[in-house]
């Protein structure tokens, strides 16, 4: 039987939910709750039959129906007045005085209409919306009864002047009863947040039912002589009084403020005490559910409404740490929030288990796809299981054992969530550490910028931007980068979470610095469009993204700009000036990435101590002592939620596969893996608890939800069809330094940067993916010729992917892979045996990605402190790449 209060998604006002309401005690307000509320088809009028109605929702589409809560017409009419009776003769021996027939009797009052309803709605938008809480109408009043027969009269034959006698009058007729009272009109009171479009509200008093018409008179008796005057009837004869009109009408329809609209609604609800306690946990599991479906860049509104349903709940539990988490992995921290709270850093862009849409790792796809394959062949063994006791319906024999046997699937849920817990909060640590380290290599290259200042206004450049170009020294590119890093600690410059190669960027940032660094960092409106197509999809307008007075720029497309005026006279000053703005972007990636774990940290710990708690209600269902229908139910959606459980353990392995898969594809996979599988939604919960859905049905729909983790299977097909393309090939990329900057730098600083370009590639190779690297010190003097070297890639990934397009840019983790290098000139071919398919690039850590982009070598402390290591003779500085490359046709060249 559904509860009062009438929670769901989607309400359908058709003839269940008439019978519903109609059951309910007239006593107690009807609540109906729902982000949207329409009208079945030809379900013209919902009645609500006296009862009180409270309606709630996002928006109420009431095309084609009235919500009817007038007060009923009155249908008794009054009762027909008794007629007079008729008059007696004289008794024998008596005076001939006959009386005259009695008058009817007045008719009787009719049925007053009943009172108006009480309807109060809180909607944020309503179309078309029609409601009545007019009184009913009241009844007619009764005829009057009929007037008594007078005494007849008579006239002797034989004496007719002396005997005859004078017959009496007939009775008169009984006056009509009085109409019934019009009921009074009900109070309807409409509050919203928009502005009603054809909103009807009808709330007037009942007419008062019309008199009752008067009864006949009696007849006269013989001989009874007509008056020559009529008689005057008296006050109570005649047709009855009209009812009075019931009071009304009683409308208002209000708008309100957001934050009254809330207060409003919250009011209400609270009436109980409890029933905000009931709609607010609904709408955060909505919001879970709607988060489940989101999938960035398909358009499908899921993001909207999982934002929509998370604000929802938060506005009735403000203290809702859980709505709130969500929330922040969604669409980020609210300003006040992240300020308040430094740890809650303005992230944002993550799925639903917590993770980066742009999670980085080392592209293990075919291990990830096994593993996700064999668990999910054993977690569909045991939806299968929990089918089977959706459907068990009385068979309470076996409840204790299955209860027993659920408790032990949520605990190994549990258990493996704890794993997946340690593997987040290690990825937590490390990114706390390099957030530390990034903030260093920021410090010291804004220091070395600003040592070289004098020489940078040596160099006159020419910007190539959006607006034309524009003139200046390399000093004021320079001067603008400082001052970008510089304001990192305290917000000035911020990561947009939604698109991470976007930065925030405070006008006072660079208002002194020179015209030449304004328009290097002067937004442009495709960066813009960007960020403001990222929130819409989570229901943020660009304002809660970016203040006010904030520039959004494209931080990669700076550095890029900045390559762009290097010439060989000055490639060190710009090598220089880049490193700072790509420093820029690593710390505050990094600073992205550490909020990123920490919520992650917090999605898994949720996911560990959900599972728990859903052992503890099995074991408690074991061992309730009510086994009747409602306890084998809760059992039963008990299995369903613990199975959802270990699904989010699956589901992480898939999301896994998929980054893999993209990072080496370039292929958007995010509809794969659907982050909804095995999970049912509140609005099903609540319909089987209730007894409105059967096992049978709730089993069908498990295995449909279920079925969804086949997506990842064509995941693999495809990726499969990638690597095995018969125009990939495989070559070495061999790359040499001679010129005296970059040799002075290595002496100088015992650190050596170098860019590859996609352009290095030949013009008939594109999607060229880093395989392997080696270097060279030619001159060098190493211990056994050798010395080791951290190779870092930096951030930014780049290949080219079709010759009519720019470079694809991959904004990814930076990643350090250490190599012997050598002091000898590199003279074979680096080890290119691995084949392609081959998912375990043990010796790259950049394996399988963008091949261009930055580089930098740098060397442990334990190496350079040998005697015997110095580069003071070095001439040459050899790198090879070896890449694997799709041979563009000829005709596309």
């Known amino acids: 039987m559904p509860q009062n209060p009438y929670i769901r998604d989607e309400i359908v006002l058709d003839a269940g939910m008439q019978e519903f309401i109609l059951s309910q005690p007239v006593d107690r307000p009807v609540y109906l709750l729902a982000r949207r509320i329409t009208f079945a088809s030809g379900q013209a009028r919902i009645k609500a039959g006296g009862r009180t109605l409270v309606v709630m929702a996002d928006e109420f589409d009431g095309t084609g129906g009235i919500l009817d809560a007038s007060g009923e017409n009155g249908t008794a009419v009054g009762a027909r007045g008794d007629d007079g009776p008729a008059a007696e003769p004289p008794l024998p021996g008596r005076p001939w005085r006959p009386k005259a027939g009695s008058p009817g009797k007045k008719g009787g009052a009719g049925q007053p209409g009943g009172a108006g309803g009480a309807v109060t709605l809180y909607c944020r938008r309503s179309n078309n919306l029609s409601v009545t809480v007019a009184g009913g109408r009241g009844a007619a009043g009764g005829p009057g009864g009929n007037g008594g027969r007078g005494v007849n009269g008579y006239i002797s034959p034989s004496d007719p002047e002396n005997a005859s006698q004078l017959g009496s009058a007939g009775g008169g007729g009984g006056r009509g009863g009085d109409g019934g009272a019009g009921g ?60 009075v009109d019931g009071a009304g009408p009683n409308a208002t329809s209000t708008l309100l403020s957001h934050a009254d609209f809330v207060e409003g609604m919250r009011s209400v609800l609270n009436v109980y005490d409890v029933y905000a306690n009931f709609w607010a946990p609904f709408r955060l599991e909505m919001g879970r559910q709607f988060y489940r479906q989101f999938q960035p860049g398909a358009d499908t509104g899921k993001g909207v409404l999982a934002a929509s349903e998370l604000l929802a709940c938060l506005e009735f539990q403000p203290d809702n740490v859980e709505g709130a988490r969500l929330l922040d992995q969604l669409a980020g921290a609210p300003e006040a929030a992240a300020a308040a709270d430094r740890n809650r850093r303005k992230v944002g862009g993550l799925n639903v288990l917590g993770m980066s849409r742009d999670y980085d790792l080392i592209p293990l796809f075919e291990e990830y796809q096994r593993a996700f394959t064999s668990f999910a062949a054993l977690d569909l063994h045991f939806v299968s299981i929990s089918t089977d006791a959706a459907l068990m319906g009385e068979a309470v024999s076996i409840f204790g054992g299955f209860a027993d046997e659920q408790a032990r699937a949520a605990e190994a849920a549990a258990t493996n969530a704890s794993r997946e817990l340690g593997i987040a909060t290690s990825e937590a640590a490390d990114a706390t550490k390099e957030v530390e380290y990034r903030q260093q290599q920021a410090d010291r290259a804004t220091a070395e910028i600003k040592a070289a200042m004098e020489e940078l206004e040596r160099q006159r450049i020419e910007l190539q931007t959006a607006g034309g170009s524009i003139w200046g020294t390399l000093a004021g590119i320079a001067g603008a980068v400082v001052s970008v890093v510089a304001a990192i600690p305290t917000a000035g410059t911020s990561l947009v979470g939604l698109v991470p190669s976007m930065i925030a960027l405070t006008k006072t940032v660079i208002d002194n610095a020179e015209p030449i ?39 990669v497309d700076v550095i890029r700009k900045i390559s762009a005026v290097s010439t060989p006279d000055n490639a060190k000053q710009v090598a ?20 990123i774990t920490q919520q992650r940290v917090e999605a898994v710990t949720v996911q560990r101590d959900q599972a728990t708690a859903l052992a503890g209600t099995a074991a408690s269902l074991r061992d309730s002592v009510d086994r009747r229908e409602a306890a084998v139910r809760s059992l039963a959606y008990t299995a369903v939620q613990i199975a959802g459980a270990k699904m989010d353990v699956l589901l992480t392995l898939a999301f896994k596969a998929q980054r893999a898969a993209e990072i080496i594809t370039l292929r958007d996979e995010t509809r794969s893996v659907l982050l909804d599988a095995g999970s049912l939604g509140p609005d099903v919960a609540v319909r089987y608890l209730e007894g409105q859905m059967s096992g049978a ?18 995941m693999e097909r495809r990726y499969l069809d990638f690597i095995s393309d018969p125009n990939r ?116 850590a950049f394996w399988g990605r963008g091949a261009g982009g930055d580089y930098a070598i740098a060397f442990p402390r334990e190496e350079l402190a040998h005697p015997e290591v110095s580069f003071e003779n070095v001439t040459e500085v050899q790198v090879w790449i070896g890449y694997q490359f799709l041979r563009r046709p000829a005709h596309a060249a």
């Open 184 to 243: 009074a009109g009900g109070q309807v009171s409409y509050f919203g947040l928009e502005e009603p479009i054809g909103l009807s509200l009808a709330a007037g008093g009942g007419a008062g039912g019309p008199g009752g018409s008067p009864g006949n008179a009696g007849m006269d008796g013989v001989n009874t002589p007509q008056p020559e005057v009529p008689i005057e009837l008296p006050e109570d004869s005649g047709f009855g009084k009209a009812g």
């Open 517 to 555: 660094g304004q328009a290097l960092f002067a937004g442009e409106k495709p960066d813009l469009e960007a960020v403001t197509k990222a929130g819409k999809e989570v229901g943020k307008e660009i304002g809660e993204i970016v203040k006010a007075g904030q520039a959004v720029v494209n931080l």
């Open 697 to 714: 049905e709730l089993a069908d729909r498990m295995v449909r939800s279920w079925s969804k983790l086949m997506e990842p299977i064509e």
């Open 576 to 595: 220089l000036v880049k490193e700072g703005a790509e420093a820029a972007h690593e710390l505050l990636l990094a600073q992205r990435r550490a909020g």
């Open 729 to 844: 090939g495989r070559d070495v990329l061999r790359l040499s330094f001679t010129d005296a900057a970059s040799i002075a730098a290595l002496k100088e600083d015992r650190r050596f940067a170098f860019r590859v370009e996609t352009s290095d590639f030949p013009d008939d190779r594109v999607e060229t993916k880093a395989r392997n690297i080696a270097v060279a010190f030619i001159g060098a003097s190493l211990r056994n010729d050798v010395i080791s070297c951290d190779i870092t890639h930096g951030s930014r990934y780049e290949q080219t992917v079709a010759s009519d397009q720019p470079a694809h840019v991959a904004v990814l983790q930076p990643r350090t892979t250490t190599s012997l290098g050598r002091s000898a000139p590199l003279e074979t071919a680096i080890d290119l045996d691995t084949d392609f398919a081959d998912t375990k690039p043990a010796q790259l």
